[in-house]
């Protein structure tokens, strides 16, 4: 069936319907939300288009002509690399000498770690990533930590809490002496 005879497809909205084809295509959803909303910021570009990315995925994957990948072995492995990384032992860089080792040496878990490698002489720097970034990683996709929550805290000067302080005086006194209206 063509993704124009498909009634799931027609009953969507029609720029909701140039989006899907566009992923339909192959297009990545960043990429496709950017084309029609083309004044869009990147990051606004990229949560949209996941966004619709998962909202349309059952008329994305019923109508694209490519072979999509087993999402649970990507994010078992994702999972599985991020906890060799949040947990591997930097102190593995070191051999028995106390010399550091070539990455071929290196356990794997180490290896996943380097992020740079840089070439000085006969010296060589390796750049690892953050173990920390990996572990608030982990914690978020298992929910042991919570996404961020937004607190808002109203700073006023010392005038103005004298202010506001008076005018909730005066108010009280007036509700306790209300003026006399009989002369």
Same mark, same amino acid.
């Given at each position: 069936?063509?993704?124009?005879? %498909?009634?799931?497809?027609?009953?969507?909205? +029609?720029?909701?319907?140039?989006?899907?084809?566009?992923?339909?295509? $192959?297009?990545?959803?960043?990429?496709?939300? $950017?084309?029609?909303?083309?004044?869009?910021?990147?990051?606004?570009?990229?949560?949209? $288009?996941?966004?619709?990315?998962?909202?349309?995925?059952?008329?994305?994957?019923?109508?694209?002509?490519? +072979?999509?990948?087993?999402?649970?072995?990507?994010? %078992?492995?994702?999972?599985?690399?991020?906890?060799?990384?949040?947990?591997?032992?930097?102190?593995?860089?070191?051999?028995?000498?106390?010399? *550091?080792?070539?990455?071929?040496?290196?356990?794997?878990?180490?290896?996943?770690? *380097?992020?740079?490698?840089?070439?000085? $002489? %006969?010296?060589?720097?390796?750049?690892?990533?953050?173990?920390?970034?990996? *572990?608030?990683?982990?914690?978020?996709?298992?929910?042991?930590?919570?996404?961020?929550?937004?607190? +808002? *805290?109203?700073?006023?000067?010392?005038?103005?809490?004298?202010?506001?302080? +008076?005018?909730?005086?005066?108010?009280?006194?007036?509700?306790?002496?209300?003026?006399? %209206?009989?002369?």
């Amino acid at each position: 069936m063509a993704l124009r005879d %498909d009634p799931e497809f027609l009953a969507i909205p +029609q720029k909701h319907q140039e989006l899907v084809a566009l992923l339909v295509d $192959g297009i990545t959803p960043t990429v496709a939300y $950017g084309r029609l909303y083309p004044n869009a910021s990147h990051s606004s570009c990229k949560k949209k $288009g996941s966004h619709y990315n998962i909202k349309y995925k059952n008329i994305i994957l019923r109508n694209s002509p490519m +072979q999509f990948v087993d999402i649970k072995k990507i994010a %078992d492995q994702t999972l599985k690399n991020l906890t060799l990384m949040a947990f591997a032992d930097v102190g593995e860089i070191f051999d028995g000498y106390g010399k *550091v080792r070539t990455i071929k040496e290196m356990p794997k878990e180490l290896r996943m770690c *380097v992020t740079e490698i840089e070439v000085e $002489g %006969d010296r060589v720097k390796y750049k690892l990533n953050g173990k920390m970034e990996a *572990v608030k990683c982990l914690a978020k996709i298992s929910r042991l930590a919570p996404e961020t929550t937004a607190i +808002q *805290v109203n700073l006023i000067s010392e005038e103005e809490k004298a202010k506001r302080i +008076q005018e909730i005086l005066i108010t009280a006194l007036k509700r306790e002496n209300p003026p006399d %209206d009989k002369i």
